[in-house]
């Protein structure tokens, strides 16, 4: 268990819809990241964030929106779906700062089905 | 060419095998090498981590890094059926965020 928890696990929604995925962080870790992850492809970032603010960006549509709370948790937003958008999202953490600042925790994914 | 490639398999293997798995990029900047393990459809698990170039042992695992190359390896001995997963190697260079390769799956047949 990385410490990281994602909710929900699994997602089935219909096309146009929006959802949001949620993240919480390990204990003290300040970055959060975002990636997808369609069948039997590589993780593609999407976005991080530290402390509340948005640190890098990666291949995220305009679609999709990411915030990280004051708590440090962290939501995902995704609208207008399409049937292209079905895949695992991962989130992962990091301490964000000291030796190890980079070093990324994932949790366990929202598997998100959309039909 | 891509930042980070590794070749994605699958590679079959026997159980107790070595296994070797490679990974080139071509960024010299890059300092610092992990090794991720996915198991089908679980999140990404961190497992080894080093920096520059050189060998790292943990237990039945070995990561090493020829930065003239630009090449990183991970051998696993003796390998076991619940090695079976998919390998990312993951570089970053100083004060910049890791790069992911696409994966190497790995199946260890009993």
């Known amino acids: 268990d990385s410490g990281v928890t994602q909710t929900p696990k699994h997602l089935i929604t219909a096309t146009g819809q929006r959802v949001t995925l949620r993240c919480s962080p390990r204990?003290?870790?300040?970055?959060v990241y975002w990636y997808q992850q369609s069948l039997d492809q590589g993780l593609q970032f999407l976005i991080q964030?530290?402390?509340?603010?948005?640190?890098a960006k990666g291949n995220i549509l305009e679609r999709f929106s990411a915030q990280q709370f004051p708590d440090l948790h962290s939501e995902l937003n995704l609208s207008s779906l399409e049937l292209g958008d079905s895949a695992l999202y991962f989130c992962?953490?990091?301490?964000?700062?000291?030796?190890?600042?980079?070093?990324?925790?994932f949790g366990p994914g929202t598997r998100l089905t959309v039909t | 060419q891509k930042e980070v490639e590794q070749d994605p398999g699958p590679l079959s293997v026997p159980e107790g095998a070595i296994v070797s798995l490679n990974c080139t990029y071509s960024?010299?900047?890059?300092?610092?090498f992990m090794w991720y393990r996915q198991y089908s459809r679980k999140g990404p698990e961190l497992l080894m981590y080093?920096?520059?170039?050189g060998n790292k042992e943990d237990g039945r695992f070995t990561a090493q890094v020829d930065k003239s190359s630009k090449y990183i390896s991970l051998f696993i001995r003796d390998s076991q059926p619940s090695d079976s997963a998919t390998y990312l190697c993951?570089?970053?260079?100083?004060?910049?965020?890791?790069?992911f390769g696409p994966g190497t799956r790995l199946s260890v047949l009993p």
């Open positions: 204990s003290g870790d300040l970055s």
């Open positions: 993951a570089p970053r260079e100083h004060g910049q965020n890791f790069v």
């Open positions: 992962a953490s990091s301490p964000g700062r000291g030796a190890f600042q980079y070093e990324q925790y």
């Open positions: 960024n010299s900047a890059f300092q610092y």
């Open positions: 080093t920096y520059s170039s």
């Open positions: 964030y530290y402390n509340g603010e948005e640190r």
